[in-house]
């Protein structure tokens, strides 16, 4: 599948900028409280966010967003205004 498709069937353009923070961590396979932890929110936050990304991403589990997130960790980040979301590190 090349990015274009991936980016078709997933458009990471309707992920707010938190969610896509949350997205690129997912696929360093933290838990959700260290996720929790190094974005400075609840971990409840952090599981509110995920379901949002499976929710809007149409996908099944937050095991599957975690490998779109290492697949297209690229184009996730191009859908961010700026390019990169705020306070996001390398994956």
């Known amino acids: 599948m090349s ?19 949350v997205l690129l961590l997912l696929a360093s396979g933290e838990q959700n409280r260290r996720l929790a932890r190094r974005l400075g929110i609840a971990e409840r936050t952090v599981r509110a966010h995920t379901a949002n990304i499976v929710r809007k ?3 099944r589990s937050r095991f599957e967003a975690a490998i779109v997130s290492h697949v297209y960790a690229d184009a996730i980040r191009a859908s961010a205004p700026d390019g990169r979301p705020r306070g996001c590190v390398a994956v």
């Open 3 to 21: 990015t274009t498709t991936a980016e078709a069937r997933h458009d990471f353009t309707t992920l707010t900028e938190r969610e896509v923070e």
């Open 57 to 59: 991403l149409d996908l």
